[in-house]
């Protein structure tokens, strides 16, 4: 007989908090099991995340705000919320511009859900890219909400080709780190590589924010000759990104010459996030 509901099932699970990860299996797969706790609130009422974790986490045949047996799009982002299915707890992928929000519903106070409806309980956020799900150190696109951490939230991306600049006007380059952002999450860059130029005018560069210039100001490397190599490291904080797919890249440019950017060992871009 279920407890759900009862005076039972409110002392046992006095001081509950949500537990759980949202995590990649495989480019098909997420899986969303206990951890750090096993319990999840959803519509004013305490559940059991099951041990072999919650069902529909599936790139094809699943819940798309609210519609059963459909497939994720590509290059898309959504927030991912558990639901009762009946008596089976279940994800629902919706439209990341439908939005989550805290629940200020009698009874379910403070569980974050999908904006307007207390029977989505958020659980984490994903972005579909080349009609894959996909967690690397180069392209965070599976986060849990609870548990953020789970797995770590470093990347790294390394260009090996050597990158030529001869323009005054700033040019994105290689390499590049993708994430996906909570709102008021910090993300810090780090960018180094080597630096030449063939006249004496160096080289100038920004982190390059989904498509915004960075904070600092710009950052020059001298240098007199075609064989006067020169370390280049910065180094940026963003806590005022979009909760959407963000990415970091670098942007260079020159005020003469050609600069010439990363040797044979290549420029590394690198960060990670404070979830």
């Known amino acids: 007989m279920s407890t759900a509901g ?24 997420l899986s969303y099991l206990p951890y750090n706790g096993n319990q ?17 986490l599936t790139r ?21 919320f558990a639901f009762m299915n009946s008596s089976v707890m279940t994800a629902d992928f919706v439209l990341n511009t439908v939005g989550h929000s805290t629940s200020l519903t009698a009874g379910n106070v403070g ?15 994903v972005c579909i890219y ?8 180069t392209m965070r696109y599976v986060r849990s909400w ?8 470093d990347m790294y991306n390394i260009y090996t080709s050597q990158i030529v600049i001869a323009t005054g006007t700033p040019t994105v380059s290689a390499p590049t780190i993708n994430f996906l952002s909570w709102a008021n999450e910090t993300v810090t860059v780090n960018f180094s590589c080597m630096v030449w130029n063939d006249l004496a005018y160096g080289a100038y560069c920004r982190i390059n924010w989904t498509g915004t210039s960075g904070l ?4 020059n490397v001298a240098s007199s000759s075609v064989t006067q190599w020169r370390n280049y490291g910065m180094s940026e904080s963003r806590g005022d990104l979009a909760e959407s797919a963000n990415y970091a890249c670098v942007w260079w440019w020159t005020a003469g010459g050609t600069a010439h950017c990363g040797s044979s060992l290549g420029s590394l871009i690198s960060g990670c996030i404070d979830g």
């Open 60 to 80: 094809t045949g699943a819940f798309v705000g609210g519609v059963a047996g459909q497939t994720l799009a590509n290059n898309t982002v959504y927030n991912v």
């Open 40 to 56: 999840i609130k959803i519509n004013g009422i305490w559940r059991t995340i099951p041990a072999t974790g919650i069902v529909g």
């Open 216 to 219: 600092l100001a710009s950052m």
């Open 130 to 137: 080349s009609n894959t799900f996909v967690d690397d150190y």
């Open 111 to 125: 569980t974050e859900i999908k904006t307007g409806d207390d029977t989505r309980t958020l659980i984490g956020k």
């Open 6 to 29: 009862t005076l039972y099932e409110v002392m046992q699970r006095a001081g509950a908090r949500q537990g759980g990860v949202l995590q990649l299996v495989n480019a098909n797969t």
């Open 146 to 153: 609870v548990n953020r951490k789970v797995p770590r939230l």
